[in-house]
């Protein structure tokens, strides 16, 4: 929106000053109009009216351009005074302070990208050389398994791999539809959870009476009730897992190994059959990066749920204006004292004028912010991404872009627009308002780095809710070193903020220089914090080696023409028609940049080359630890919920009793 809009501008702009410099050009030639176009020549005697027709006179000409461009700033002083020049130079520090402001940081950044991405890029590269083989090196996931009468789905597989894959297929392991079968296990958890609860807190109640009114009738051991329906749900598990080992339980999609990793990417990057649906192959995560709910739903079903997360990616965001509007209603004290008058008298107090229009507009957007992320996560998840690597990208890009609609551009026009309804009945006016929207806004998105920056990276360190959960949890149950769940950092959470405060950084350097402190001491305090938290809190729940860097790529890269966009609209606003049309060619330099990247960098995110790929398979050749690990990889993608329940964080709980008969 705000991109045409400022074309809009420029386009109306441009035009009018083709017109006003086309008439000017040729009625300053009109003896008549003299007296309007050149005065102090008249008064000065240096030129006089000339009545004669001359058909010069009615044809444009720019030699006043030349004239004025090339008069010195000596000429300039002897005739107008010292003023005229100090006016003069005025003009041209606006026009090249900002000018080269624009060029410079454009060809910063876009070195900054180019040696970032080759850094990232090589990094990716040497990572792979150096790790130990995975299993998803040697896999890949096969969907729209055909099946022929009187077969199944894994004797198709074993058919099909063996036919066109004889020298480097190794095993399959065919997806079975487990939804029950997990949400029984997950039963399992959490009646296991109660029971230790109950067994570690000595002031719990253990028993309850025997009937409903507990007036009559002898007490239950509740622990004892729980074990019995802990041992039924156990039971109800085997069962369901010998009834998912059917072959009717089948689902037409598996995960194929093979015995090199050049072996698995030909057989993902060929198409393998004539019928484009069928047999359809993909890159598969690790094994504990499968979301494995995905594989029960239907192609049907997947394309629906991808319908309904447009739609409801739509109205989150039109919803998200209602508190939008809100806090920029905050910001103009005038507007609340007319919406609440009986505020008025409280408003006239500083301290609480000062609260209200500085710092609870950007608190109050940062918390409704939050429920941002856990929101997309979820529409990502009934999405069809068959890895919660997937799902969280997925859910970066959503909450990136949500937030660059909903936080810079709705504020932007809210807070000039919404509430100028003159402006909005008068369209003439539109064009120029625009230009002066993002800046406008720039003590408010100062107010919000501090919040949602500063804040929020302080409140990471400190890590407030698992610290009030841990003084909620410690009474009441007692936890162990080997029952703790280290988090993985949500990505999907961080990355859009840090991205955000980038594109508010580059947007408004040359607009609004004051924010740049502010943003700094953020990354900077960011910079230590996340350090910090890598080391004693987070820990990797999958790696991707890298392939979050394209999303930070686009990002600039739509920062920078915004920038331009935004400078494009100013410089046209206050008439600067050399600078406009010096910054064109800046978007489209850019974008250019971007497609040489794109071709010179993302391919190595997508998929490793021939070259890599050969070269890692010999080196593993003389590996006499391959033999080992190609019979794990035979189950390494084994769905979890057909294997035995594992109730405890321990390991060697599989073997030891599952309750202790206190």
């Known amino acids: 929106m705000l991109v045409s809009a400022l074309l809009t501008s420029v386009g109306i702009n441009s035009g009018l000053c083709v017109l006003f410099f086309t008439l000017y050009s040729i009625l300053k030639k009109q003896p008549s109009n003299y007296d309007v176009y050149i005065p102090r020549l008249l008064v000065d005697g240096t030129s006089k009216r000339r009545s004669h027709f001359n058909l010069e006179r009615l044809i ?36 090249w302070a900002h000018f080269c402001a624009v060029y410079i940081i454009t ?52 058919s099909f791999f063996t036919e066109y894959h004889p020298s480097t297929y190794l095993s399959h392991m065919v997806v079975r539809r487990t939804n029950k079968l997990r949400a029984l296990i997950n039963d399992a958890k ?10 570690s807190s000595p002031t719990q109640n253990k028993y309850r009476p025997g009937n409903c009114f507990g007036l009559f009738g002898h007490k239950v051991d509740i622990v004892d009730q729980y074990e019995k329906k802990l041992e039924d749900i156990q039971e109800n598990v085997r069962l369901g897992q010998s009834e998912v080992s059917l072959a009717g339980e089948e689902i037409p999609a598996a995960f194929v190994s093979f015995t090199s990793r050049y072996g698995a990417a030909i057989a993902f990057h060929l198409r393998q059959s004539i019928n484009p649906i069928q047999w359809v192959t993909e890159q598969a995560p690790e094994p504990n990066d499968v979301y494995w709910p995905f594989f029960s739903s239907s192609f049907m079903r997947r394309w629906i749920c991808k319908l309904v997360v447009v739609v409801a990616c739509i109205l989150l965001t039109i919803l998200f204006l209602i508190p939008v509007v809100f806090v920029q209603g905050l910001t103009n004290l005038s507007q609340l004292e007319v919406l609440f008058p009986f505020l008025k008298s409280v408003l006239t107090i500083t301290f609480v004028s000062e609260v209200i229009t500085g710092y609870l507009p950007s608190l109050i957007l940062m918390l409704f912010l939050k429920m941002v992320p856990p929101i997309m996560e979820l529409l990502s998840s009934i999405q069809g991404y068959i890895s919660h690597s997937g799902i969280e990208k997925s859910a970066c890009d959503k909450v990136l872009w949500f937030t660059i609609w909903n936080i810079f551009f709705a504020t932007a026009f809210s807070g000039s627009v919404l509430y100028q309804v003159s402006i909005v009945l008068d369209p003439k006016n539109i064009p120029a308002k625009l230009a002066v929207a993002v800046p406008a806004q720039a003590s408010f998105f100062i107010a919000y780095v501090v919040t ?6 302080a409140s990471e360190l400190f890590r407030l809710v698992p610290f009030l959960w841990s003084l909620i949890r410690k009474p009441c149950t007692r936890s162990t070193d080997d029952e703790l769940e ?3 950092i949500p990505y999907h959470r961080d990355i859009p903020r840090l991205l955000f405060f980038g594109l508010l950084g580059i947007t408004y350097f040359f607009l609004a220089p004051l924010i740049l402190p502010f943003l700094l001491l953020y990354f900077c305090f960011g910079y230590i914090v996340y350090r910090n938290q890598f080391i004693n809190v987070y820990a990797p729940k999958y790696e991707t080696a890298g392939k979050f860097w394209p999303i930070v790529h686009n990002s600039m890269i739509f920062s920078l023409v915004l920038m331009h966009a935004i400078a494009v609209g100013i410089f046209t606003l206050k008439k600067l028609s050399l600078a406009t049309t010096l910054i064109f060619p800046l978007p489209v330099l850019t974008l250019l940049f971007n497609e040489y990247c794109r071709k010179r960098f993302l391919p190595i995110f997508t998929a490793y080359s021939a070259e890599t790929l050969i070269k890692k398979d010999r080196d593993d050749q003389n590996d006499a630890a391959m033999a080992e690990f190609f019979d794990k990889l035979v189950t390494a993608y084994q769905d979890p919920a057909l294997m035995p329940i594992q109730l405890s964080a321990n390991p060697d709980s599989l073997n030891s009793p599952l309750l202790s008969s206190t």
């Open 452 to 457: 949602s920056g500063w804040t929020s990276t």
């Open 60 to 95: 444009p000409s720019p030699g006043w351009v030349r004239r004025a461009w090339n008069l010195s700033e000596e000429e300039l002083l002897s005739s107008s005074g010292l003023d005229a020049v100090v006016f003069m130079r005025i003009i041209t520090f606006r026009l």
């Open 486 to 488: 280290v988090p993985s």
């Open 190 to 199: 959490k009646l296991y959870r109660r029971i230790i609860h109950l067994q």
């Open 107 to 158: 060809i910063f950044v876009c070195y900054l990208l180019y040696y970032e991405y080759k850094y990232v890029s090589s990094k990716r590269i040497a990572y792979f050389h150096s790790s130990k083989p995975q299993p998803h090196q040697f896999t890949i996931l096969v969907r729209g398994i055909p099946v022929s009468v009187g077969s199944s789905i894994s004797d198709s597989i074993q």
